[in-house]
């Protein structure tokens, strides 16, 4: 199993940019897919991207992609996910997400997450 804890959060004014962190702990870190979900206030959380330990290949909502980017380092066992030319809707927790087969959007087939860190972006 694996534990991951976010970090980087932040207030950024629109345009500007944040780079988040998921620390993950376990020692089989490489073996699985991690990926950001995010939440506002009374909505649905939703995917923002995924990365995959197989391949490396990535996946992002329409929403972000183009402005995101998620990478990992397997050596420090942290995934990423540079956020640019950010928007006020992009305001929400993100969450960081691990799993050993999932992929995309929905968050029911993700297995470990992260208590999340808050993203605020002003107008």
């Known amino acids: 199993q694996v534990q991951p804890v976010e970090s980087g959060g932040g207030l950024v004014q629109a345009g500007g940019s944040l780079r988040l962190s998921c620390a993950a702990s376990?020692?089989?870190?490489?073996?699985?897919?991690m990926g950001w979900f995010r939440q506002a206030p009374g909505k649905e959380r939703e995917f923002v991207a995924t990365?995959?330990?197989?391949?490396?290949?990535?996946y992002y909502a329409g929403s972000v992609k183009g402005r995101f980017s998620i990478s990992r380092d397997n050596a420090k066992n942290t995934v990423y996910l540079q956020m640019n030319s950010l928007k006020p809707e992009d305001t929400a927790v993100y969450y960081c997400?691990?799993?050993?087969?999932?992929?995309?959007?929905?968050?029911?087939?993700?297995?470990?997450w992260g208590q999340g860190t808050q993203v605020t972006v002003s107008s």
């Open positions: 376990g020692r089989t870190f490489s073996r699985y897919n």
């Open positions: 990365i995959t330990w197989s391949s490396g290949s990535t």
């Open positions: 997400a691990a799993d050993s087969a999932a992929i995309g959007s929905n968050w029911g087939s993700w297995s470990y």
